[in-house]
């Protein structure tokens, strides 16, 4: 008997330690309250740049990519391609402006939820490895340094989500996120992508900057699966620390 009294009491304490709570400083709202939670963002954007180490929420202004292979094509033909994105650093998210927020009310699962938001410069550095074929007679086999601007981003999020429960608290999990985006100018630059002839390695790298908007929407879908991986990795920390109910006011408390 006692045995059994000491696990209940060890399971509710594990439990109690894996409810994390939100700084006193973070403004709370009222569920579904779309302007306070605008205000409440930008706010934490703006006093937390390098997150809230207690609820697990990671740091805004850097934050580590996951490696990503945005082209893979078949190595056959005269012409082919791949390129691998590598050590990649973003920069530039403590400088997001939140400008609507829809959803996330009581029950989250019965409306859309939509996050949108606009980011001034975007800024992703790292190394890449490029290999193909162009042409019939110029092979690439390059790697280096990279680094690409984002001008002027602006991005909608529309999440789906499922309530799942632990020790009778609700937690929010996302199963979907999908990022919408746009941007006034992609600017990028790869280093050493023709370790011969750095003339030709400029004269690559300008034709690129040239013709983004062409390049921008034939590898635009593999970059907004990057980008779901980089939201994701913001928001699911949080949902996961801190139960839905104790990220908002309760019905009978002021604002």
């Known amino acids: 008997m006692h045995f ?28 579904g309250d779309g302007k306070c939670l605008v205000e409440s963002a930008n706010a934490l954007l703006r006093d937390f740049p390098k997150g809230i180490p207690e609820v697990d929420l990671k740091p805004f202004n850097v934050l580590s990519v996951r490696d990503w ?24 998210f403590e400088n997001t402006t939140i400008t609507e927020i829809r959803g996330f009310d009581k029950d989250p699962t019965t409306t859309k939820i939509e996050i949108h938001g606009k980011i001034p410069r975007l800024v992703y550095k790292g190394d890449y490895v490029a290999k ?24 909608v999020l529309t999440l789906k989500v499922r309530v799942e429960y ?15 985006i746009r941007l006034d100018r992609w600017i990028m630059w790869l280093d050493n992508f023709f370790p011969d002839n750095e003339d030709l390695t400029i004269a690559v790298n300008n034709l690129f900057n040239r013709n983004w908007v062409e390049f921008w929407n034939e590898l635009e879908p593999g970059i907004l699966r990057l980008f779901e991986t980089v939201f994701l990795s913001l928001f699911e920390d949080l949902f996961e620390k801190v139960p839905y109910d104790d990220l908002f006011l309760a019905a009978e408390d002021p604002k």
């Open 69 to 92: 292979l945005l082209v893979n094509d078949s190595q056959v033909g005269g012409a082919w391609y791949y390129f691998n994105l590598i050590n990649q650093i973003n920069y530039g």
């Open 4 to 31: 059994l009294a000491y696990v209940i009491i060890t399971i509710q304490l594990f439990g109690g330690l894996q409810c994390q709570k939100l700084p006193a400083k973070v403004k709370k709202c009222h569920f």
């Open 132 to 155: 193909g074929r162009m042409l019939w007679f110029v092979d690439i086999h390059s790697q280096g340094t990279s680094e690409s601007d984002f001008l002027n981003f602006q991005f």
């Open 166 to 180: 632990r020790n009778n608290k609700r937690y929010l999990k996302i199963y979907e996120l999908v990022p919408n």
